[in-house]
């Protein structure tokens, strides 16, 4: 994708998508999940729900911080084994991540 092909809140969604396959492989719950960033259950419900949300950088630097990764690699595709969060201590064969979460 290039920047200059996205329009409205494409890379947003591209974010949120990845952002919901991570909360739903390694998290029970949107409660359990919002409070690595400080954010209620019914604000990543509708995140969750919506289309029309924003992510705003303030936003994405918090969530590159709880995870610690790059955020920017949210707006991309996410590695297929480990989703950008290896387990803790283990390392990511494929991509080389290492886990702290
Ligand atoms: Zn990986």
């Known amino acids: 994708m290039s920047m200059s092909r996205i329009h409205g809140n494409q890379l947003s ?5 990845n952002l919901i396959q991570i909360r739903k492989s390694r998290f029970q ?7 690595l960033f400080g954010v209620p259950r019914q604000i990543v419900a509708n995140y969750e729900r919506s289309s029309n949300y924003y992510i705003s950088v303030d936003m994405l630097h918090a969530i590159g911080e ?22 803790p201590g283990f390392t990511c064969n494929k991509c080389g991540r290492f886990g702290t979460l």
Not at 13 to 17: E, F, L, Y
Not at 29 to 35: A, D, L, P, V
Not at 67 to 81: A, K, Q, V, Y
């Open 66 to 87: 709880a995870f610690s990764i790059n955020p920017w690699d949210l707006t991309g595709e996410l590695c297929p084994l480990c989703l950008f969060v290896p387990p």
């Open 13 to 17: 969604q591209v974010v949120i998508a």
């Open 29 to 35: 719950t949107q409660t359990e999940f919002g409070k």
